[in-house]
C-alpha cells in the first residue's frame, strides 16, 4: 500500500552494527506496528505504538528498539545488529475505530 | 498457546476454477479473523476479515467461511485469475479481541497455471 512506506528496501549490514528502520504513513493512523517475518513462520509482533507517547512491546521485542518521531512515522532500531535478525521487516498502520492492520511493501535485512 | 495453522501449505488450480484455502485455529474465543494476500516482494494486503458472529461474507470474488463448530476458516476465490497467485495467510485475534496482538498463521501458496 503505497500508504504506507518504508526505508530502506533492502539492507546488508554486519554483525554489531547499529540499523535503523524507518516507516512512514499518510493514512493518518493513530496506531503503528512493527512485524518481522521468517521463512516458515507466522508474521511476529515486535512493538506498537498508540500515538507519539505510547509504546508497548510485542512477542520478540528483545534485540529491537523503537521512537515514534510523529503520528506519521515510526522507526525500528537494532542497537547491536546479529545473524538472527535477518528477516523480512514489516510496518503496519490501523486506524483507532477500524480492525484491520495496513502493511508497507517490508524491508528485507540481511546481517551477516 | 494459542496456534494458527494451515492444511496445505502449496495449491495450485488452474485459471478459471475456484480455489479453496483452509486455516484451522485453536482458541475458541477468538472471535475476529482476516484473510491477506501476500505477492512476491510485497507487504501483506489485506483481502477480506470476518467476526465471529457471521458465518459467511462475500467480497469480490471472494468468500470467506466460518465454521465455529470445528474452529475452521476459509477463503474462496472465484474464477481464479494469475494475478491471484500469492501467498495466503489468515489470522486471529487469539481470544481476546485485541486487533493489536493478531495471531498469524504461516500462510499457504497460490499457483495459477493456464
Known amino acids: 500500500d503505497a500508504d504506507v512506506t518504508q526505508t530502506p528496501r533492502n539492507r546488508i549490514t554486519k554483525t554489531g552494527k547499529r540499523i535503523m528502520l524507518e516507516c512512514s504513513q499518510t493514512?493518518?493512523?493513530?496506531?503503528m506496528y512493527w512485524y518481522r517475518q521468517d521463512p516458515g513462520l507466522g508474521l511476529q509482533l515486535i512493538y506498537y505504538s498508540f500515538d507519539v507517547k505510547d509504546i508497548n512491546k510485542g512477542e520478540i521485542s528483545d534485540g529491537y528498539s523503537v521512537s515514534r518521531q510523529a503520528q506519521a512515522k515510526f522507526s525500528l532500531s537494532l542497537e547491536s545488529a546479529i545473524p538472527n535478525q535477518t528477516a523480512l521487516y514489516f510496518c503496519a498502520t490501523r486506524g483507532r475505530d477500524a480492525d484491520t492492520q495496513y502493511f508497507g511493501p517490508g524491508t528485507r535485512l540481511t546481517v551477516l | 498457546g494459542e496456534s494458527v495453522g494451515l492444511h496445505l501449505p502449496t495449491l495450485s488450480v488452474q485459471e478459471g476454477d475456484n480455489s479453496i484455502i483452509n486455516c484451522a485455529y485453536s482458541n475458541s474465543a477468538s472471535d475476529y479473523f482476516i484473510w491477506y494476500k501476500q505477492e512476491s516482494g510485497k507487504g501483506p494486503q489485506f483481502i477480506i476479515d470476518?467476526?465471529?458472529?457471521?458465518d459467511k461474507r462475500q467480497g469480490q470474488r471472494v468468500t470467506v467461511l466460518l465454521n465455529k463448530t470445528v474452529k475452521h476458516l476459509s477463503l474462496q476465490i472465484a474464477a481464479t485469475q494469475p494475478g491471484d497467485s500469492a501467498v495466503y495467510f489468515c489470522a486471529e485475534t487469539g481470544g481476546s479481541y485485541n486487533t493489536d496482538k493478531l495471531i498469524f498463521g504461516t500462510g499457504t501458496r497460490l499457483q495459477v497455471f493456464p
Open positions: 493514512k493518518g493512523h493513530d496506531r
Open positions: 470476518i467476526r465471529s458472529n457471521m
